[in-house]
């Protein structure tokens, strides 16, 4: 991971973003590159695999985006997160769709899924928190390393899903390892074992 020691608010972001293929977050007024490895894309590919088909099986009239991104309360932060599933019906609402792609209402977008990297911190606390406020109604933390710290996911440190469901407007937390089956609000049918992602 790479970034420019330079602090911008997140219009200047949204207006610097450059045309490529290449990921970039706004954290804290920072530009940071994000260069998953291999194992990463092959995890965020599947979730893909997996969260599309579940979604076009309930006939939901919802959509995984490429490259969207999510801009939490404030002017420091905007993340582009590894699956964003959004509501179409929702988008008409959001005043910066059209223009640059960017959620700013939790009501938009049913999940979030965060694929754990070196930045683990933010995923289990920054973003938890920024993705909490914005009302995003589940998040799923996807740490198939076991990177997390003890107080997120236990000691011995090992590869966990957690799911934050959001209820009265504070997430509570579920961890699925191993064998556990996978709940979810979001899919309720999904009946899948953690390690199916995990592994």
């Not at 970034?3 to 972001?13: D, K, P």
């Not at 469901?165 to 709940?183: N, V």
Request: proline letters at 6%.
């Amino acid at each position: 991971m790479q970034s420019r020691l330079q602090t911008v608010g997140f219009t200047e972001f949204l207006a610097w973003y450059p045309a490529n293929d290449r990921r970039y977050e706004l954290i804290n007024g920072e530009i940071i590159e994000m260069r998953p490895t291999g194992d990463h894309e092959r995890i965020t590919a599947h979730l893909v695999r997996v969260i599309d088909r579940e979604i076009e099986r309930l006939g939901h009239d919802w959509f995984i985006p490429k490259t969207a991104c999510l801009k939490p309360a404030g002017d420091l932060d905007g993340y582009i997160p590894d699956v964003m599933v959004l509501d179409r019906q929702e988008l008409a609402g959001e005043p910066l769709w059209k223009k640059a792609s960017t959620l700013t209402q939790g009501r938009s977008t049913p999940l979030v899924v965060e694929v754990v990297s070196t930045n683990w911190h933010d995923d289990y606390a920054k973003k938890l928190d920024d993705y909490e406020a914005l009302g995003i109604g589940e998040y799923w933390i996807v740490d198939y390393r076991g990177l997390g710290g003890r107080r997120f996911i236990g000691f011995p440190k090992q590869p966990t899903l957690t799911v934050c469901t959001l209820t009265s407007g504070e997430y509570q937390l579920a961890q699925f390892r191993a064998q556990d089956i996978l709940k979810s609000s979001v899919f309720p049918e999904l009946k899948i074992p953690a390690v199916t992602i995990l592994a």
